[in-house]
């Protein structure tokens, strides 16, 4: 019997154009959503008139080309189109959504080097430019893979990109095992008790963000089913990373198959903008082209599988170990971890140099394979030595994992990293570091009145949380970010969230394109035309209401809240204090120079308005959103039947 071990770890570069494609399909469509997302809520936030003006971030008192480098950003080119700050954002966004569909609809080739670096250039413009509304892990995330994904694609749309793209995908498995462990680890190294008493998840559902109508339900389970998550939640993002680099494709696509598994919970639970699809994009590079192409499977033999099955029932005996169970006298299940906080953080000192050894090796393998199987020795070599700079600038930044490690790392690399980090081609990960709300979710709430005796009417948001009768909503990746910041703003003071200031002002004095961010049906008393005359901010605290019976599926109340205390005292238009602290911010009294070219700032504004019309009581951009989300939906799916 012909009994041999399939090898097919390092495939022929041609086996794999499927596998690519339908990566870089992937990530255009994250970038569709991403740039949607922005444009969006783009006048609100960095209009000239929005909550932060981008335009005071650009100063320039020197060449074009040296502030480019030191924030590069494609705004700093907006006197070169004769436009103010505003417009260029709105032209860069466009430019991007219409690039993004013509090559996701209307073409059926891999998109090509030129797709990849417009994408990534032109987010990378808004993140520079975005200040507090855009430093989430997701938009470096986002970045990084855009960036790698550069060398992924080819010179041209209809060629193949041979030895290149190999060896960057070695890159983006090394990005997506960084990404993962990472996330897992922090939760642990943390020492926040609710992690290492398996008891995180029902506060995760509660004082997360912004969670949806499942969050409330899953919130209701018994402990012993969160406790079991958590340990779930551990053995993915810890464990089967290493799985990534298995020599069998049976593991690996295990490995996949439970990132795809545990961000798809993320979906059903929370609103995370693309991070969960951007995600599983990364997981693709994991898996084997097998799994994209109608090929018949390597021969080999049957032992495959059996070492495989025995590897993942290896892996159930020590999570019991790790994790050993109880059972009570009134048959109550409870888990416990039975590691202690010194053993763990040994454990990822090993672990962490391991990993750094098995990514380098992965990498080396992939080059040394490859530039030995083509003539362009020269090409192939510069490319190689790139290649090998990019994984050593991320070692500094995956090494704070562990403080041994990090200070191991060669300093050099420690500056060359801060040097090109405005870039954002190399990122530190780590999702859900600590849980907060253990007492319950705080939650700032904004009301308008008036006169100062009241009465007071809450000015609600979009998403979150507010009135409590009021359901989650899902946001369909579009990741609202003036509530994500609401939300950060209750776990701290206004004095550390400027922003909020000039949120308070934009409303005072009616500013339309803020309350377009808000939820201004909710508003009985006021609209942009006839603004509160005060607004003040209250912190209070929100818990899920208890399920009951005769309301499970549709409860009429969904939180409930007490007041905690005065966030910050009320506000008027015409207050000394605002208006001299916006002054020295600089989000009033700095106006932007007006557009000159009458043309195209005239016709971005009309798409704006165009935009912004309502079939339905949805917006047109909205409505095109949502067709290109379908066709994305059939992309998906067509992959199953082809």
Avoid at 203 to 220: D, F, I, K
Avoid at 468 to 492: E, I
Wanted: hydrophobic share 45%; aromatic share 16%.
């Amino acid at each position: 019997m012909n009994c041999q071990i399939p090898c097919e770890y390092y495939s022929n570069g041609r086996n794999i154009q499927n596998k690519i494609h339908i990566y870089l399909k992937g990530l255009v469509h994250v970038y569709f959503i991403a740039f949607v997302s922005f444009y969006y809520q783009l006048k609100g936030l960095y209009g000239r008139h929005g909550i932060l003006p981008a335009h005071r971030f650009l100063k320039c008192h020197s060449e074009i080309l040296y502030c480019f480098a030191e924030r590069p950003t494609l705004a700093w080119f907006a006197p070169f189109f004769n436009l103010d700050v505003e417009h260029m954002l709105e032209f860069i966004s466009l430019v991007a959504i219409v690039w993004c569909i013509c090559v996701s609809c209307f073409s059926t080739h891999s998109p090509g080097m030129t797709t990849m670096t417009v994408l990534w250039i032109s987010y990378l413009s808004l993140v520079n430019i975005g200040q507090t509304f855009m430093r989430f892990q997701w938009d470096q995330l986002l970045l990084e893979t855009g960036f790698l994904s550069i060398f992924v694609s080819p010179l041209s749309s209809s060629k193949w990109a041979g030895p290149r793209s190999i060896i960057a995908m070695e890159l983006v498995r090394w990005l997506m095992f960084r990404l993962m462990f990472a996330s897992g680890v922090v939760k642990l190294t943390s020492g926040c008790p609710l992690w290492w008493s398996l008891n995180a998840l029902p506060v995760h559902y509660e004082s997360q963000c912004l969670p949806t109508r499942p969050a409330w339900w899953l919130y209701q389970l018994p402990k012993c089913v969160h406790q079991f998550s958590v340990i779930m939640t551990f053995v993915i993002e810890i464990a089967l990373p290493f799985l990534f680099y298995a020599p069998f494709k049976q593991l690996r696509r295990i490995a996949a198959y439970g990132q795809v598994l545990l961000m798809l919970m993320i979906i059903i639970t929370g609103n995370y903008n693309f991070f969960n699809i951007l995600t599983i994009v990364l997981a693709l590079s994991v898996v084997d082209e097998e799994l994209f192409l109608p090929v018949k499977p390597l021969s080999g033999c049957n032992h495959v599988g059996l070492i495989s099955a025995v590897s993942v029932g290896s892996l159930g005996i020590i999570v019991h170990y790790l994790f050993p169970m109880t059972i009570s006298d009134d048959w109550s299940v409870q888990f416990e971890i039975g590691f202690s906080y010194s053993q763990f953080v040994d454990f990822v000192y090993y672990a962490t140099i391991a990993s750094i050894l098995l990514g380098g090796c992965s990498v080396v393998l992939a080059i040394w394979k490859q530039i030995f199987e083509y003539s362009s020795y020269g090409r192939n070599f510069i490319f190689s030595v790139f290649a090998m700079l990019l994984f050593l600038l991320s070692l500094p930044s995956y090494s704070t994992i562990n403080t041994e490690v990090h200070q191991s790392i060669w300093p050099e690399l420690h500056k060359l990293s801060d040097k090109v980090s405005s870039f954002n081609i190399v990122g530190s990960y780590g999702l859900f570091r600590r849980m907060t709300g253990a007492d319950g979710r705080p939650e700032l709430i904004l009301e308008g009145a008036d006169k100062l005796g009241g009465p007071w009417q809450e000015l609600e948001f979009k998403f979150k949380p507010g009135n409590v009768r009021k359901p989650n909503k899902f946001t369909a990746y579009l990741q609202p970010r003036l509530d994500w910041q609401m939300w950060f703003a209750a776990l701290s003071d206004y004095q550390h969230n400027p922003w909020l200031i000039s949120l308070v002002y934009r409303i005072l004095i009616g500013e339309k394109e803020v309350y377009r961010l808000m939820d201004m049906e909710s508003f009985s008393d006021f609209s942009p035309a006839k603004p509160p005359k005060y607004v003040r901010g209250r912190l209070y605290t929100y818990r899920y209401a208890p399920i009951r019976n005769d309301t499970i599926a549709f409860p009429d109340i969904w939180w409930e809240r007490e007041i905690v205390s005065e966030y910050f005292q009320p506000l008027s238009a015409d207050d000394g204090f605002l208006l001299a602290y916006l002054k020295r911010i600089q989000v009033i009294g700095n106006d932007d120079v007006p557009p000159r070219n009458i043309f195209l700032s005239g016709f971005l504004d009309l798409i704006w308005l165009y935009m912004q019309l309502e079939v339905g009581g949805v917006t047109l951009l909205m409505w095109g959103y949502f067709c290109v989300l379908l066709y994305i939906v059939y992309f998906c799916v067509s992959l199953t039947y082809r």
